[in-house]
Each structure stands twice: as structure tokens, then as C-alpha cells.
Nanobody
Framework: QVQLVESGGGLVQAGGSLRLSCAAS????????MGWFRQTPGKEREFVAS????????YYADSVKGRFTISRDNAKNTVYLQMDSLKPEDTAVYCC???????????????WGQGTQVTVSS
């Protein structure tokens, strides 16, 4: 059974930082690209960042570029999202996902985590 479990969300003031983690099990982690998406109620899921199987290539949405950093530790089957200079508009449920190749589209990802809430107060 494939499982992706996010952690690290919470409440933070604008300008603060959080680091999200996604622990994977039940899949060959080092052959999958990984991504982070976020969603608010009533809105489309938004791509945030992705990383290839080895961690050598990354891609970011314009809205988070320069503030967020995606990374992975294949020995720990874990992908991270370091979130700095947080803004109220970053408030969302953040989900990690696994794909056969890097993608910015949710349809390109095969497995999804349950999500973790990030709330940024002003």
C-alpha cells in the first residue's frame, strides 16, 4: 500500500518560516519525482514545487519562487518543502504527491498524501 504522509504544518505569522515533510512508503521512492500542491476551499489545486528522482532538478511556481525550497532525502524516503517569508496568501492545505516524471499538473501524479494545514496570519 502506497502512503504519503505530510507533517510540519501549523500557524505562523507573516514573514515566518515552516518546513513541511512528506514521508513515503510502499513505493520505490528513488524512481519517482515528487511534488507539492496546495488548495484552499472552493479553489483549484495549485502547483507549488516539484523535484526529480535524484533531486538534481527542481521547478517552482512563480508565486513561491525565491521563498520556498523543495528537497529530498532518498535514504529516508522523504521530501521536504522549506517555506520562508510566508505570506497570508500562502494559507492552504499542502499535499505531497508522487509521479513517474516531473510535472506541474496534478493529473501527472499517481499518489497523493492527505495534506497538512498551513495558516499564515497577518
Amino acid at each position: 500500500q502506497v502512503q504519503l504522509v505530510e507533517s510540519g504544518g501549523g500557524l505562523v505569522q507573516a514573514g515566518g518560516s515552516l518546513r513541511l515533510s512528506c514521508a513515503a512508503s510502499g513505493l520505490t521512492f528513488n524512481t519517482h519525482a515528487m511534488g507539492w500542491f496546495r488548495q484552499t476551499p472552493g479553489k483549484e489545486r495549485e502547483f507549488v514545487a516539484s523535484i526529480n528522482w535524484s533531486g538534481s532538478s527542481t521547478y517552482y511556481a512563480d508565486s513561491v519562487k525565491g521563498r520556498f525550497t523543495i528537497s529530498r532525502d532518498n535514504a529516508k524516503n522523504t521530501v521536504y518543502l522549506q517555506m520562508d517569508s510566508l505570506k497570508p496568501e500562502d494559507t492552504a492545505v499542502y499535499c505531497c504527491a508522487a509521479a513517474s516524471a516531473p510535472s506541474t499538473r496534478s493529473s501527472g501524479f499517481h499518489y497523493w498524501g492527505q495534506g497538512t494545514q498551513v495558516t499564515v496570519s497577518s
